[in-house]
């Protein structure tokens, strides 16, 4: 029996339709964005498979040269966006784009539709597999450094949580570019200023995107010169899962050559991943790479260890008891960032917030823990399905949500939201391939 708002879920995927792939929202972000465009692929394959595939290869169609998948496509200019094509000035596939990446949850939703699918899923799939596969390199070759032996970032934004507490170290040791001219931010005139990033962060998130600009996007001196690196467990546990499902398909597709090298590259992710945690929190946590430093405290991507499969007894255990502690303090989900913690801000973006594609992250993660008898796993990953769906039933399709009092944050008509919904929290998604993941 379909649940009333999955009409209503439907109807906001259709009107941020632009003809093959989906803008997030109105106003607020009017282009086609990375891992949002992923996990609305899991809505619209609720509805309609071959818009699905659509939207995964429209994003497919901003590769660049490189191998890299850009964070944003502009398909067109927007004067009421900013920072836009005429601030980044990169190109890719044909189109401007943004000089950076987002999140590789791309492999993991094109496995979720084929395993779905069957036979011809798995042949639109076999399409996809060889821009996927260019792009983990990427991953490994442009946002690897000596010294590092996990994956990096050059930019919060790159990470898809952008103003999270976790990019403190990261932040505080570079400094403003001191040519960085005057610029107007549309974002706060959109929303309300105190849930969005502060003017400071904005100043230094500025002053990474002038660097790559001048450098032309030479993503290796980004890596190696440029104002900020941090590693980050999101994309790091991300990117792990989506070896690990690559790998899948490499196997499905009888591609023995680059299923030998996932293999080789998920070998040395798991030896690596103990450089992100953090023994004086016991989590997994944010580090910068130049001093060391950790993130001071547990976040959302913290909880992923289970999603990508890392992690031994005592690890697994700490971060289902900073679930459980995190769970006592707030009404709602897995909030952005610890309650418990220093920057703790209900309603700033991601310092607080529950944001839905996280929590659906997480949520698949611990089912798979839960299935190898983890009973305590299981409870938790069906909690924050309930709550999520509880917060669309009680708010609406909001970016994000207040974790104590479950109001709707920045954008209402959210696409992932919309989608997730269809896919994970509404009552009969149950069926669905990403609620099978989750
Ligand atoms: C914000 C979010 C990012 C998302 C984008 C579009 O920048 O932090 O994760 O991809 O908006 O929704």
Redesign the pocket.
Known sequence: MPHELDAVAAAILRKNDRDGFTI??ARH?PFQ????SAFTALGWATLDAERAWRELESLADGQADDGMLP?IIFRHDDADYFPGPRVWRAQAGGHPVSGIS?PPVLASVVRALAEAQGAPGLARAAELFPKILDWHRWWRRARMVDGCPVVCTVHP?ET???NSPDWHPGLAAMTVDPQLQPYRRKDTEHSAPAERPSGAEYDKYLSIVKFGREHGWRQEVLARDGPFLMADPGVFFILLRAERDLLWLARRLGRGGPAAEIETRITAAERGADYLWNADARAYCARDVRSGRFAPGFSSASALCFYAGVGGAQQRRATLQHLRRIAQKVRFGQPSWDPDAAHFDRRR??CGPVWCQMNYLIAAGLRERGEQGDAGATAMAEKLRGDLRRLVERTGFY?CFDPLSGDGCLSAD?S?TAALWLAWASPSARKTPAAAAA
Request: aromatic letters at 44%; glycine letters at 6%.
């Open positions: 997030p929202a972000y964005w990375n891992w949002d964070h987002q934004w898809g949580r952008d973006y991601w970016e959210f992932w």
